[in-house]
């Protein structure tokens, strides 16, 4: 019950960058065949290297061993293997023996160093991981290899995604191309998501990582599915530009503006296939003091699970959002305050409106897709978080009733 | 769907104090005569005060009118005036008129002074404070007073309670009585929670003030229905002790062991009636650095709805408490978790526990009440929270797919 999934531009090929996939039947040995769940990105050359992992104490042994490897490796990373199907996490000490296996697997396949590659899982929490049946596909992955195969392995690195998510852009002659899995359960702060970007702009590991974290703030940490804080969130980002041979970028301004958009547009995409989301919701938040105030205060709206239901009920249910606000932990000033669902304002200095009619907020909250816009009247920063709704029955109980 | 509420014993009246309760048709006016919503407790001589009150920043007038009050007059309260029906919170200037209105109405009907009156109210968000039906029905509460009327003020105060929840305590030859409310939202930090607790144990100002946090801390505070940040969430606490003449209690030991109690039982009540709660799940933590530690842990346990509805679901998923646990943002060695599902052992030094089958998990999870038991293995403190699961469709999507 994806909201509106856009219709993708077909993923353009980023020259350096070959991608194969493989059916392993990581999940279930009788998936063998039916769907793909091995991803391979192979770097022709190697590849500067950034990532940006999840905040979890209990993040798998993959999230370890790709942060060791960016460290360690940033400028020189010839390989991504990533799973659907199982995560290799909260199984304890092994979890390290089979993300390893898994790496030398893929380093074995792509003919490269085992401290070239990284790796990522996602899929079952707490189950053995079936290196077995990885170990029997690869093979198949390395064949695929296909510089124009980053649809399929879109596609391969879906978990209970609806639908298979990836964006490109270009940046004068080159290219940024990106595939994303999210979804998986309804908590913002859970869903593993994993992001895999190559672009063949001549960038180095020194410009990449800072530059990843700014764009994660603003796209990836901005969806109420919230990639910081599962098991394995992984953003990956791989620069074959310098191992191509062109003169590195000084002016890195004009590819970090095209790769947060890149990156919104990836972050859209896993809001729009929440589970169970049946609308999409903007919330922007000015006035600020802070860009990460402004960040806190809209997450912690879209996180609200009352709010959620009265997205999900057409309900303006606007003392939910208060409410919200006043539990983000950001210094309010509550006689501030405005409030507008698309063009109709809500609240003004703390006060409703004195125009606001219930009706007219009623049939902004009725659409599929609308903008909330919370001013704090504090300050300059601002910042834009994405959410869905919550649906079902946990509606019949607090959507259709206001305490 | 209550969760086994359990047969109340009676609420012992408290020397000191009379109750009375109106109908006022606070919510709307048909409900007038229908329902009672109005409740005044009245100390016949002063009490001494204390006060818990709400974090969110949007908090309503009425709380920080009653924080005022307790500063400025904590040995010298006579009486706690409470509507349920409208929260008089989120309507902008007209709050601190509204609540001042009611203050002084019961002033006058109890024969006080203002500064001697705290109020509290609970119900709709935003809507028009209704001074004048709540006015028209004063007669009726100060016509009520008795000092057996605390389960009618129990029944009186409830908004979307499916049961009255009262509790009462002996202290030698002291009695203490409370009456509660919450339910409402499914969210913790959101149900909007009232509490109404008196003594005649002899005890000042001073020494209720910080004991009433520390009881707040180890009860209300550690039930993910959570009262710290709802705009009206409010416990008071009178004593008419010394007002009586009794001399002062040094040693006060003894009355915050019972004070806990009643406390912790009142918490317990209002988890057992959150809305759509099938099961009552207690969550020791031990093992932690210190006590505030555990109940972060817990408390990050007992909120995520990926746990809840795997309580929902009967699904003994260990993986989502280990993320919960690994999200509440308290340090962690994950090597050293071990986790307990009643008697049955699940994880040790962070590793599956050999004997452990998932069949022996399942048995706990389907009981309608099981204790989770995290050892974190850094130290000697620990907390106990007390939580429920999330039901209904909500669960159609989670509890039965582990991702």
Known sequence: MAVNPPALLPALPVPGFRVGTASCGVKSAD????????TMIVADVPAHAAGVFT????????????????????????????????????????????????????????????????????????????????AAGMNEVVTSLDANHWQAAAHAIRTTDTFAKWASRKVGAYTITGISK?????????????????????????????????????????ISVDGDTSTNDTLYLLSSGIGLGHAPLEDTTEFEQALTELCIELAQLITRDGEGVSKFVTIKVSGSKTEEDARTVGRAIAVSPLVKTAFAGSDANWGRILVAIGNAGVVIDRRKVGLKANDVTMLEAGNLHPDYRDKDGMKVFEKSEFTLHVDLGLGDAEATIWTGDLTHEYIVINAEYRT
Chains 1, 2 share one sequence.
């Open 31 to 38: 998936l063998k065949g039916k769907r793909q769940d091995l």
């Open 55 to 134: 905040q979890n104490k209990f993040r798998a042994a993959c999230v370890d061993l790709g942060e060791e490897a960016i460290n360690q490796q940033g400028k020189n990373i010839r390989c991504i293997i990533g799973n659907a199907g199982n995560a290799n996490a909260g199984v304890g000490d092994m979890e390290r023996v089979w993300s390893q296996q898994l790496i030398d697997l893929a380093a074995s396949a792509a003919g490269c160093g085992s401290e070239q590659v990284l790796s990522a899982s996602t899929g079952v929490v707490g189950e053995a991981f079936p290196i077995d049946r990885i």
């Open 182 to 222: 999210g979804s998986g359960m309804i908590h913002p702060n859970m869903a593993t998501m994993l992001s895999f970007v190559a672009t063949d702009a001549p960038l180095s590991h020194e410009q990449l990582q800072p530059m990843l974290k700014r764009v994660a703030n603003r796209s990836f940490n901005c």
